[in-house]
C-alpha cells in the first residue's frame, strides 16, 4: 500500500513539473493603480491621470539609452506566448520582454541602419519586423524576431536584412492577410509594395508613383457592405488632404476607387473598424492655430467617414473628445478605439454604436506631463518633437510642445496588455482595471 501511494505522488509530482504553464492564473500586481483619477507609484512622487486603467510597468528612454521615442509595435512568440513591445527610438528600434508586465525586461536594440532619426516606423509579419525610418537612406531593416528568445541580458542586434532601394520613408504598414508590405512616404515612389513569402529576401512587385505621398495606410482584404468590392485588396492611404482608396490586387495595375475629402488641415491617420462600414481618421493639424499652437477652444477630433459604398465615401460625422489636444495614431479593436493623442496619452473611446454616431470615453492613461506648473517628481522635458514631415519635410508645421507625450499604442496582445510609446519618456505598459 505505501509502494502505491509513493507512487502516485511520485506521479502527481512529474506532472505538476510539466504541466503547461497558463498566464492566465497569474494576478499581476500593478506598478501603479488608478484611484480616484490618479495612478502614482509607492514611494515616489510619480503620478499619472488616468480613468479605468493600471500602470503595470514602464521602461525609460535611459534604459534604453535614447533621447526620444516614437512609434511602437507588438509582438507574440506563437511557440512560447511570450509578449514583446517593439519601440521605435531616435538612435534605432527597442525590444523589450514584456510577458510579466510589472516587470519589463529591456533586451536591447537594433540600431538605425544610418543617422539617428525622430521618426522610425515597424510592423510585424511572420516573426519578423520590417522598419524604416526618416532617416536618410535608412532603406527596409528586416529582423528575426525569434532571436529575442533567451536573450536574458542586453544585447546590440543586428539586422537579418537591409533593402536600400528607396532610401527614407515615413512609415510601412503590412496587410497580414496578403503577405504584403507598402512603403509610405518615400519621397516620390507612390505606394511601394514588396511581397514578404521570403522573410528575409523582400521582392518589390508594386511601384505606383502617379498615387502621389501616403503619410500613413492600412491595407486589408475587404470584407465590408460594398459587395462590388468584397475579396480586394484595398488600399486605404491617408495621403496629406485626403484619404485614397485604392484597389492593389493586381500589383501591375493599381486602380483609385475614390477619394474622401473634407475640411482638412494635414490627413495623417486612419483605421478601419472591424467590419469595414466605417473609418476613424485623425487630423494631425486641425487643433491648431496659424502658428501651431493649440486653439484656446481645441477638442481632439476624430472624423468618421462612412464607407459603406467604396465608390462615395462620405462624412458620417465628427467626434469631438474633451480633450484639449492632437490625435496620433489610433486603432480598433473590436467596439474600443485606442487613441494616442499626444499631451493627452492614450484615450479609449467605445464605438459600439457609431451607427448612432455615439461615441463615448471608457477610459484613459495620461503618460504626459506638462512640466510648466508642476512635475509630481518626473523627469524634465527635454525632448519636443517636430510635426510628421508630410511629403514636403520643410519642417514649416512648427516645433510646438502640442506635439509631445504618447506618439503610439499597441492594443493587441491577448493578455490585455496595451503598450504606449511616449515621446519623452519611453515604454509604459497598461492595462483595463477588473
Not at 473628445?321 to 496620433?328: N, P, R
Not at 520643410?394 to 506618439?407: D, H, R, Y
Amino acid at each position: 500500500m505505501k509502494k502505491c501511494i509513493s507512487i502516485l505522488c511520485l506521479s502527481l509530482l512529474i506532472s505538476c513539473q510539466y504541466e503547461d504553464y497558463d498566464d492566465s492564473k497569474v494576478v499581476d500586481s500593478p506598478l501603479a493603480t488608478c484611484i480616484d483619477g490618479y495612478a502614482k507609484i509607492p514611494g515616489t512622487d510619480y503620478e499619472y491621470s488616468c480613468l479605468n486603467y493600471d500602470l503595470m510597468g514602464h521602461i525609460t528612454l535611459e534604459e534604453m539609452d535614447a533621447n526620444a521615442g516614437n512609434d511602437c509595435w507588438g509582438w507574440t512568440d506563437s511557440t512560447t506566448g511570450r509578449e514583446y513591445a517593439i519601440m521605435g527610438i531616435n538612435n534605432g528600434t527597442a525590444f523589450i520582454d514584456i510577458t510579466d508586465s510589472t516587470s519589463p525586461v529591456y533586451l536591447g536594440k537594433l540600431p538605425t541602419s544610418t543617422v539617428d532619426s525622430s521618426w522610425r516606423d515597424m510592423k510585424v509579419y511572420n516573426d519578423h519586423v520590417y522598419i524604416v525610418s526618416e532617416a536618410q537612406d535608412h532603406g527596409l531593416q528586416v529582423f528575426n524576431l525569434s532571436k529575442l528568445k533567451g536573450v536574458e541580458s542586453k544585447q546590440v542586434f543586428s539586422a537579418d536584412y537591409i533593402d536600400n532601394s528607396f532610401g527614407n520613408a515615413h512609415n510601412i504598414a503590412i496587410n497580414e492577410e496578403s503577405g504584403y508590405a507598402y512603403i509610405a512616404g518615400a519621397g516620390n515612389k507612390g505606394i511601394y509594395a514588396f511581397n514578404l513569402s521570403n522573410p528575409l529576401a523582400p521582392k518589390l512587385e508594386l511601384e505606383a508613383p502617379e498615387f502621389g505621398y501616403s503619410h500613413d495606410a492600412q491595407i486589408v482584404i475587404y470584407k465590408g457592405p460594398d459587395t462590388d468590392h468584397v475579396g480586394k485588396e484595398i488600399y486605404f492611404g491617408s495621403n496629406e488632404n485626403r484619404v485614397d482608396i485604392i484597389d492593389v490586387t493586381n500589383k501591375l495595375e493599381p486602380k483609385l476607387i475614390s477619394t474622401f475629402l473634407y475640411d482638412h488641415q494635414y490627413t495623417h491617420q486612419s483605421w478601419l473598424t472591424d467590419d469595414h462600414m466605417y473609418a476613424l481618421l485623425g487630423d494631425e493639424l486641425d487643433e491648431l492655430d496659424s502658428n501651431y499652437e493649440l486653439k484656446a477652444d481645441a477638442k481632439t477630433r476624430t472624423v468618421i467617414i462612412d464607407l459603406s459604398d467604396l465608390d462615395n465615401p462620405v462624412l458620417h460625422h465628427n467626434y469631438e473628445a474633451e480633450t484639449k489636444a492632437i490625435d496620433h495614431n489610433g486603432y480598433v479593436k473590436g467596439t474600443e478605439f485606442f487613441l494616442a493623442s499626444y499631451t493627452a496619452g492614450l484615450r479609449v473611446l467605445d464605438i459600439l454604436n457609431i451607427d448612432q454616431k455615439s461615441i463615448s470615453e471608457l477610459g484613459f492613461f495620461n503618460t504626459f506631463h506638462d512640466h510648466s506648473d508642476h512635475d509630481h517628481g518626473l523627469p524634465k522635458l527635454n525632448t519636443i518633437k517636430n510635426q510628421d514631415p508630410g511629403g514636403d519635410h520643410s519642417g514649416k508645421k512648427g516645433n510646438s510642445e502640442a506635439f509631445n507625450g504618447a506618439w503610439s499604442v499597441y492594443p493587441y496582445f491577448k493578455s490585455g496588455n496595451i503598450i504606449i510609446s511616449d515621446i519623452n519618456s519611453g515604454l509604459f505598459v497598461v492595462k483595463k482595471q477588473n
